[in-house]
C-alpha cells in the first residue's frame, strides 16, 4: 500500500489559504475515483474536493474549521501500490495552455516558477522557461516542500486556543509527531503571559481575511462619495402588504428598481479594471448577505429582466445556498452594482463601501414612520434612507445623485415595478 496525498483541485484559484468547512468522509472509509472527500471554501466560495483515486481514507491532516496555507495537503489516501504508481504525483496548477506548450516542449512544470495566482503556472510562465533553457542557465530548482505538521487532535485545539503556529513546534511524538504536551511548553517557553478571561482572537483568515482585503483595497483604491437621500415609501409599504404572501421582501422591490435605474443610467454600471471604465450592457445586481463568518455577495443576474416575482425567487435561492456555505465561484462573481440591506438590524443609514471592482453601492436603511407635510398636509408617511457610495474617479456627482433620484422615484410609485 502507498499513501495519496489529497490537494486542492487546480481549477480552485483566489487565495493562498482555504477553510475546511465539512469532512463527508472519516478515516477508515472507502474512497472511489470522483466521490467528494470534504468541502473548502476559498475566497467566500465554497468547492467539492474529489478523490482523484480508489482506496481508504487513510489520515485527515487539516480537521474541519481549520484554515490552512495552500500548498498543504488535505489528506492522505491508502491505495494498491499498483494504483499508485499509475496514478503518478499530482503537478503544479497550471492554465490549460500552459500545460499544452509545456507537453509540446516536453517540460516538466514542476520545474517552472508560476507567476499567475496562487502559484499557478501561465503560458507566458512557461515561454520564459524555454527561453532560459535555450540560453544555457539552469532554472532554479523549486523549493523544498514546507514541513505538514502531524499534531494530536487536543494539540490543534490547544494551539488553536493560545494562537500558536504548530509548525514552530518541534514534535516528541511518535514520528515527530506534536503532543498537547508540546504545545504546552512551546507556551510555557515562549512566556505570552495569561490572557484575560473570556478573551478570543479571530485571524484575519478565510472569509474574514478576504472581507479584510478587499474593503482595504476598495478604500485606498477608489475615490469614495456618500450621497443620501429619503425616499417616501408609503405606497411601497402597502404594496408589500398586500404581496406578502408571496415571500416578496422590500429588498425586491429595491433590487428590481435599482435594476431598471442602471439601465437609464448606465455609468453606474460599470467597473473599474486598471487604466480604464467598462461600461457592462448586463445588468446583474449583487446582494449583500450577512453570515456568521462574515460578509458574502451572491449575483442575481440580468435583474433588469427579471419581474419582482422573479427577482424573489433567485434571491431565496441565493440567499439559501449561501447560508449553507454551498455558492460557488459563478455565482459570487460578474456583479456590476450592489445593494447592501441593514433595515432589518433598525439602522437608519451608513455609508457602504464599494464591492469592487465596481463603481457604486446602495445601502438601505429601515423604514421609518414620520410625521411630515404630504400634499399640503401633515400626514403620517413611510420613510426610508436611501445611501449612494460611488466612485469619483469613474462617475462625477451629477450623474449618481440622477441614479439615485430614479431609485427613488421608482420606490415611490411602487405600481410600475
Request: with cysteine; proline share 6%.
Amino acid at each position: 500500500m502507498r499513501l495519496v496525498d489529497i490537494h486542492v483541485p487546480e481549477g480552485v484559484e483566489g487565495a493562498e489559504e482555504y477553510v475546511v468547512v465539512t469532512w463527508l468522509k472519516r478515516v477508515g472509509d472507502p474512497v472511489r475515483p470522483g466521490e467528494v472527500l470534504v468541502v473548502i471554501q476559498v475566497e467566500k466560495v465554497a468547492y467539492d474536493v474529489p478523490s482523484p483515486v480508489s482506496g481508504t481514507l487513510a489520515e485527515i491532516l487539516v480537521p474541519q474549521g481549520e484554515v490552512a496555507q495552500r500548498g498543504r495537503p488535505l489528506a492522505r489516501v491508502a491505495v494498491e501500490e499498483e494504483q499508485a504508481a499509475s496514478s503518478g504525483p499530482e503537478g503544479p496548477p497550471a492554465s490549460p495552455v500552459a500545460k499544452k506548450l509545456a507537453r509540446e516542449h516536453n517540460v516538466d512544470l514542476r520545474e517552472v516558477q508560476g507567476t499567475g495566482r496562487g502559484g499557478r503556472i501561465t503560458e507566458r510562465d512557461v515561454r520564459r522557461y524555454l527561453e532560459q533553457r535555450a540560453a544555457g542557465p539552469s532554472v532554479e530548482a523549486p523549493a523544498p516542500a514546507r514541513r505538514d505538521v502531524r499534531a494530536s487532535p487536543a494539540a490543534r485545539r490547544l494551539a488553536r486556543e493560545h494562537n500558536v503556529d504548530l509548525r514552530e513546534v518541534q514534535g516528541t511524538g511518535r514520528g515527530g509527531r506534536i503532543t498537547e504536551k508540546d504545545v504546552v511548553a512551546f507556551i510555557e517557553a515562549r512566556k505570552a503571559g495569561t490572557s484575560p478571561p473570556g478573551e478570543r482572537t479571530i485571524p484575519l483568515a478565510g472569509m474574514r481575511g478576504t472581507i479584510a482585503r478587499r474593503m482595504h483595497q476598495s478604500l485606498h483604491t477608489a475615490a469614495q462619495v456618500t450621497l443620501h437621500t429619503e425616499a417616501d415609501v408609503t405606497d411601497l409599504v402597502a404594496l408589500r402588504q398586500r404581496r406578502s404572501h408571496e415571500g416578496i421582501t422590500y429588498t425586491d422591490f429595491i433590487v428590481r428598481a435599482c435594476a431598471l435605474a442602471l439601465r437609464e443610467h448606465p455609468r453606474l454600471n460599470a467597473v473599474v479594471e486598471e487604466d480604464h471604465i467598462r461600461l457592462v450592457p448586463q445588468v446583474h445586481v449583487g446582494l449583500a448577505v450577512a453570515l456568521d463568518e462574515g460578509l458574502v455577495v451572491p449575483v442575481i443576474r440580468d435583474a433588469d429582466r427579471l419581474s419582482v416575482e422573479e427577482v424573489a425567487q433567485e434571491r431565496q435561492r441565493l440567499v439559501g445556498r449561501a447560508r449553507a456555505g454551498r455558492l460557488t465561484a459563478e455565482e459570487m462573481s460578474g456583479s456590476t452594482f450592489t445593494v447592501t440591506n441593514l433595515g432589518p438590524y433598525e439602522v437608519d443609514g451608513f455609508t457602504p463601501i464599494i464591492n469592487p471592482p465596481e463603481v457604486a453601492i446602495l445601502g438601505v436603511g429601515r423604514i421609518v414612520e414620520k410625521l411630515v407635510v404630504h400634499r399640503g398636509k401633515v400626514a403620517q408617511r413611510s420613510t426610508i434612507t436611501l445611501s449612494l457610495t460611488f466612485d469619483h474617479r469613474a462617475v462625477d456627482g451629477a450623474p449618481a445623485a440622477a441614479f439615485l433620484q430614479a431609485v427613488k422615484r421608482r420606490l415611490e410609485a411602487p405600481d410600475a415595478l
